[in-house]
């Protein structure tokens, strides 16, 4: 079955370290999204990729990174420069521009102990 | 960039209700998004609309364009549609780029 696959579901990180959340999707698609969401607030865009070797910021970019060496393949590295790292990260996919459906992970829980 | 609206936060109802969430925007747009997300938190595309009405078994999305409003609507509520619903719209145009409401909790008492 098509979908995307997040890993991991749950992550402890120290603080000062730096940690990679994996994202694939086997759909197809040619954008890639990653979003974070924190109680009571709404999903908030960190990175997106519209294309293989491209990607752009999102509102929230600061402190994090992120690399498309390939269309099935969106990992974000949420670095120690990111001051409030604990959250909810989701990846998400769509064919294209414009009006197209989007499709989420199940979600990466990060903690930072 | 587009503000999206949603109301109520939250709503409890007793099974078999009629359910009504809604979500308004500023911008024009050209789909609107309803999403449902599950407890363990993974996030399910519910509706993709950009006029008029869908229906997909007991859920409905509609949109007025003009009004810049959408609603969902759940008939015959049953506690397994105890989740967040969310709307998301194009942050303008037709772009891929979307803005999230800040989603609408349902329980369902049975």
């Known amino acids: 079955d098509g979908g995307i696959t997040q890993s991991p579901k749950y992550l402890f990180r120290k603080e000062g370290q730096n940690v990679t959340l994996s994202c694939e999707q086997n759909?197809?698609?040619?954008?890639m999204y990653w979003y974070r969401q924190d109680p009571g607030q709404g999903l908030r865009l960190i990175y997106y990729?519209?294309?293989?070797?491209?990607?752009q910021k999102g509102d929230i970019a600061e402190g994090y990174s992120v690399s498309r060496e390939k269309k099935e393949s969106f990992p974000l590295t949420v670095t120690s420069a990111q001051k409030n790292p604990t959250a909810f990260y989701l990846c998400?996919?769509?064919?294209?521009?414009?009006?197209?459906?989007?499709?989420f992970g199940e979600g990466s829980w990060l903690t930072v102990v | 960039k587009n503000e999206v609206e949603q109301s109520p936060q939250n709503l409890t109802a007793q099974e078999g209700e009629f359910i009504t969430i809604n979500c308004s925007y500023s911008?024009?747009?050209?789909?609107l998004h309803w999403l449902q997300q599950h407890p363990g938190g993974g996030i399910v595309s519910l509706f993709m609309l950009s006029s008029g009405k869908k229906k997909h078994g007991r859920l409905i999305a509609t949109i007025n364009i003009q009004e810049k409003h959408s609603s969902l609507h759940i008939t015959a509520s049953h506690p397994r549609d105890s989740a967040v619903y969310i709307c998301a719209a194009p942050t303008q145009g037709g772009s891929e780029k979307l803005v999230f409401g800040k989603g609408t909790k349902l329980t369902v008492n049975p």
């Open positions: 998400a996919s769509s064919a294209g521009t414009g009006g197209n459906t989007i499709y």
């Open positions: 990729s519209q294309i293989v070797n491209d990607f």
């Open positions: 911008v024009g747009i050209s789909a």
């Open positions: 759909l197809n698609h040619d954008a």
